[in-house]
């Protein structure tokens, strides 16, 4: 069976777009595949935190995975910063990255704009840290945006850079971009992917939004003025961008959804829409609900960190071994 790695940042609630585009096909996942999924919370401290805040995120992503539909008896779900096997492979790999390659990371170049005085130099050195969340469980496949393909780039880069340099140990991962839903748009800038990071609270949906929220944003959503309801992403990218999350939340194609409101205005279009989003985020919430403050959920991530930990320590005192690291203690 093949390995899948996936981490998400705690940075904030989830957006529908991560649930349409991630979750919700790591659902799925789960029979076929031997599945990590992890709070990447070490990687949300390159840029600046509020310490409580944090913690209430990471403990909320967690919530949100199990809630989603990640069964733990399935999959392996577990903390970053609990597994420290991450920052210790993560120095490893820095000490094998180049510093040009990782300037050349489109994400270190956005942020740092403006100057590098003021930029951590975690920012700069993450990728290696990401590289070793991928390497140290063997993974086959990391399902990943558009946006993080750059990244896993260098993962791949660096992995046969180890191997052959030192020891033929690592797996060289393959990138898998969903076709569906990959990438669902701003309800405001319907060309740009919908972003918990949005200072517009209106171009995206959260995953904990309540009903008359959810509504409210569906109905000041982005469209135009033809009022034909029709998937056309060049020229209509509000429109289409609805007729994607419709479809996936009600399993209803887009071509039947055109033809269902072909003789319709965008308003009863979005009101439905609004209910589909609705219906599916609904058993999520009351799930999420019950386990937020639950020991239930302390076990399930107890349980989680200590079978990472073990695989990941595997991993790493052969990767030390190879380096040359540490210690080769005699039988007795």
């Not at 790695?5 to 777009?17: E, K």
């Not at 599916?280 to 609900?289: A, F, G, N």
Request: glycine share 6%.
């Amino acid at each position: 069976m093949k390995t899948i790695f996936s981490g998400i940042q705690p940075s904030g609630t989830l957006t529908l777009g991560n649930y349409l585009g991630a979750l919700k096909h790591f659902v799925d996942l789960q029979d076929d595949y031997n599945c990590y999924f992890c709070v990447v919370d070490e990687h949300a401290i390159t840029v600046p935190q509020d310490r409580l805040q944090l913690r209430q995120n990471i403990r909320s992503l967690s919530a949100l995975y199990i809630a989603s539909g990640i069964d733990v008896s399935k999959s392996t779900l577990f903390i970053q910063s609990e597994v420290p096997e991450h920052t210790q492979l993560g120095w490893m790999l820095q000490c094998v990255s180049y510093i040009g390659e990782l300037e050349r990371m489109t994400q270190f170049k956005d942020k740092s704009q403006g100057g590098k005085e003021g930029v951590t130099s975690g920012l700069l050195t993450y990728p290696p840290l990401m590289a070793a969340d991928i390497l140290l469980y063997k993974t086959d496949i990391v399902p990943v945006g558009e946006d993080q393909k750059q990244h896993l780039e260098l993962t791949r880069n660096l992995a046969q850079r180890f191997n052959n340099k030192y020891n033929d140990i690592f797996t060289v991962p393959e990138v898998s971009i969903p076709k569906v839903g990959a990438r669902i748009m701003s309800l405001q800038e319907p060309t740009k992917k919908m972003s918990k990071s949005d200072a517009n609270q209106k171009a995206f949906i959260s995953m904990l939004d309540d009903e008359k929220k959810i509504l409210k944003k569906i109905k000041s959503a982005v469209t135009d003025s033809e009022g034909i309801v029709k998937y056309d992403k060049e020229n209509k990218p509000g429109v289409a961008n609805l007729l994607t999350i419709y479809s996936i939340c009600s399993g209803i194609s887009v071509e039947d959804l055109e033809k269902k409101y072909q003789d319709t205005g965008y308003g009863v279009f979005k009101e439905d829409v609004a209910q589909a989003v609705i219906a599916t985020l609904k058993p999520i919430q009351e799930r999420y609900d019950q386990l937020i403050e639950s020991e239930e959920l302390d076990d399930m991530l107890d349980q989680g960190a200590e079978h990472a930990s073990f695989q990941a320590n595997k991993m790493l005192n052969k990767a030390k071994k190879a380096m040359g690291l540490g210690r080769v203690k005699k039988n007795k």
